[in-house]
């Protein structure tokens, strides 16, 4: 490891974590040293980064001495314990869980949407990086947004088992194997099967009957965008996929934006791919979408039942554009702003 | 067989057919003979009912002498020519196709929902049975519209690969089979892969963007619930779902509905059964549905959007109420009525 920063990735052995990794490595990111941290379970795991074996190390104060990045993506309680620690030790801080996303004095940064945002890092060290569902909503929604200022929306989501972690991955293999061989299935990871059904719950329920998962896509969808009036709601379901979150957007704007105007923007975006074909079956799955870091958008069409609406497909890889990915290129935006030390 | 009805069922052999036969066991139809016909190509094949085997015959002109109840869920084609020759033999007709659905002639029914249309059936001797997407829809939404007047409806739908029949389901198991023997996959009866994947895309794409699918709900809603004006949009996806359909929708009121009201007015509807408790994560999902003639609704709450919006999570058998089952709802009706002659 040659000229760049000290990265340190709480978390590395999750499926975010080895997602960081490998994205570290693939966009070339430069690193001098790079720390595998995680709980002590996982302690002496070995990964590989670029062509290196790597020892995970139990996560503990010292570790973050001389850290200059720290991506976190260990849930919120390990955030909330280790976030302060890394950032007092001078680490700027890219937060993947939800420990600090609605906190005002804490950036939530969609690099395609608001990389402006990333100036208050200094505030507190701490960047949070939004979750999934939310990212792949507002790369797509904010050109439009822009063109024709954005009034509402109502969404429906198609999540992936891999929003879960490895233990997401797991219990759908297992129930479908189980099914195939005529075993009963058991639910864990999930409250119900998953296997073969769909789930109308993420996350936890609240008093006002939406689940966090929900509300999540309402309050960080007004923070990215700004505009803390929006109107959104959100139905969050979970699908047996492996990979790959899906949403169906019904967008209301201010003016009215043709299918073809949408699609001409959303062209020229970044981070977007436009995949709307119909005539030669050619619209996002998620099946297309793994493995990619843009976000993919089709079946745009204007809404039947308003003058000023629209209808959009929406799909992207939930472990690399909804969380690595997009931190990522936080890091990156901090790294071409000068806003993160190098050795 | 006894005193009863001279029926006959068009497509016996299909998904739909099959499940004609159970559900006319099963709901004690009175029936004095009963008629299985499919395409030449099952001619002979036998099927069961009440304990008896019945030989399937290929359909010929001759075979609807003296019924007086023709069943027909054979596809379009089929419909529309078979439609007018047992209609002119005498017979009244339930059909289970997209034929004659818009025919303004031609009632198109769900008989919670508009049960007195059935007189139109002497028109044309045609009853239209509704897209399986749509029966559910309304349903639910019928008794909310009666209490609050709906005006608008965005609708987001989980579609199980048995909608296509037994086709969709040996694809899904096949290419189940595939992946987890490490096999390349094959898409025949979708234009991709399904198995762990979503679809964004049933039935034909039109000119406005929008698939016939997604233009039968906006439609056919319209007709059953007597509003041509009604706004509605859908977006209609195929999930890897083996059976049942689901729906996430976002409705909206002239009168405010809060979700205790709508809770409320949705347990005392016929056909429907709330499955709403969150806090013991109860909600409806497809397997719960499958084999139940009633629509499940839960995630009942006041869309965060708008003042007078309700969204909701709609889950059906999409081979009962979303076809079989509405069909012999209907021929009860028929009876009932007194609008089918008895032998």
């Known amino acids: 490891m040659a000229h760049g920063y000290k990265v340190a990735i709480l978390g590395a052995t999750g499926t975010v974590g080895r997602e960081l990794i490998n994205l570290l490595e693939e966009r070339d990111f430069p690193i001098e040293s790079l720390t595998l941290l995680a709980s002590p379970k996982s302690e002496g795991m070995k990964l590989e980064f670029r062509g290196e074996e790597l020892t995970v190390r139990a996560v503990a104060p010292e570790h973050f001495e001389g850290v200059q990045l720290a991506l976190l993506s260990a849930g919120a309680a390990a955030s909330l314990q280790w976030a302060p620690v890394a950032a007092a030790k001078g680490a700027i801080v890219i937060d993947n869980s939800s420990a600090f996303r609605m906190e005002d004095d804490v950036p939530l940064i969609v690099p395609e949407v608001n990389p402006k945002a990333v100036s208050m890092a200094k505030n507190r060290g701490v960047i949070a990086n939004p979750n999934c569902s939310t990212i792949q909503m507002v790369v797509v929604l904010k050109p439009l947004h822009d063109a024709a200022k954005l ?170 554009k909804g969380a690595a990915a997009n931190a990522v290129q936080i890091a990156e935006l901090l790294v071409e702003k000068r806003l993160v030390q190098r050795s």
């Open 151 to 320: 009034r509402r929306v109502v969404v429906s989501t198609y999540q992936s088992v891999s929003g879960k972690g490895q233990k997401g991955i797991e219990e759908l293999e297992k129930q479908v194997s189980d099914l195939m061989n005529a075993r009963e299935t058991e639910a864990k990871a999930f409250p119900h099967r998953i296997a073969f059904n769909v789930l109308p719950h993420i996350d936890a329920f609240l008093d006002n009957g939406y689940t966090k998962e929900e509300m999540k896509m309402v309050d960080e969808t007004r923070k990215i965008l700004g505009d803390p009036s929006l109107a959104v709601s959100a139905t969050c379901v979970r699908v047996p996929v492996f990979l790959g979150h899906s949403e169906a957007i019904n967008a209301t704007f201010e003016k009215k934006l043709t299918a073809q105007q949408a699609r001409e923007l959303l062209k020229e975006a970044p981070g977007v791919k436009v995949l709307d074909d119909p005539a030669t079956n050619v619209y996002p799955m998620p099946m297309l979408a793994v493995g990619d870091d843009a976000t993919h958008v089709g079946r745009i069409r204007e809404d039947l039942s308003q003058p000023n609406g629209l209808e959009l497909f929406v799909c992207a890889d939930n472990l690399r």
